[in-house]
């Protein structure tokens, strides 16, 4: 259902029966890591033109790594870890 890469590849598949009988499966919960207790791995301080999906290529060697860097910096939105010039951004170690 998710590549290897996707967050959401390691959460385990449930089933839930709806009352007609059809079975639905699904990913259990992802609970968020707390950025400030992940293990860092460097810092990235943001520049004019950055995009986070070539900040995670570089630092972690696949763009769609993007979310790790997310996690690390308790952000919901993608978007706002690069719309500040001179925000620094902690790249955490990857976790499996």
């Not at 009352?19 to 293990?39: A, I, N, S």
């Not at 990235?44 to 630092?59: C, E, F, M, P």
Request: charged share 25%; aromatic share 8%.
């Amino acid at each position: 259902m998710f590549e290897s890469n996707s967050r959401y590849y390691p959460l385990k598949t449930a089933e839930h029966v709806m009352p007609d009988g059809r079975v639905v499966t699904y990913k259990r919960r992802r609970f968020l890591p707390q950025g400030e207790k992940m293990p860092t791995l460097s810092e990235v301080t943001v520049t004019q033109g950055n995009r986070l999906d070539l900040i995670a290529a570089k630092a972690l060697g696949d763009p769609e790594h993007f979310w790790r860097i997310c996690d690390a910096n308790d952000a919901m939105k993608p978007s706002d870890l690069t719309s500040e010039i001179g925000r620094v951004l902690c790249i955490p170690i990857p976790q499996i």
